[in-house]
């Protein structure tokens, strides 16, 4: 079983599959991160938009993107790990 947002060091590891943990771990966090940035940044640009600035505005359509590509990168980091530790389910 691999951690999902924590190392469990009730199982023996080498340190192969250590650092797919570690990838699995690292692409959880990034992923949970950049969804939450994602989603304030949509709710700043779409739900609150009468309250701020063309430049916050702008800001935060820009910043949705970026996040969104974040979080498609803490994706195919988990899916590394997953892979190297020989799970066929991402």
Do not use: D
């Not at 951690?3 to 692409?27: D, K, P, W």
Request: aromatic share 16%; with cysteine.
């Amino acid at each position: 079983m691999y951690a999902q947002f924590f190392v469990n060091r009730s199982y023996q590891f080498n340190q192969n599959q250590e650092n797919f943990q570690h990838c699995i771990i690292g692409g959880n966090w990034l992923m949970l991160i950049s969804l939450i940035i994602t989603l304030s940044c949509l709710t700043m640009s779409f739900g609150f938009e009468l309250y701020l600035t063309i430049p916050q505005q702008i800001t935060a359509h820009i910043a949705t993107i970026i996040f969104a590509a974040i979080f498609k990168m803490g994706y195919v980091i988990r899916c590394v790990g997953v892979h190297g530790l020989g799970y066929k389910v991402f």
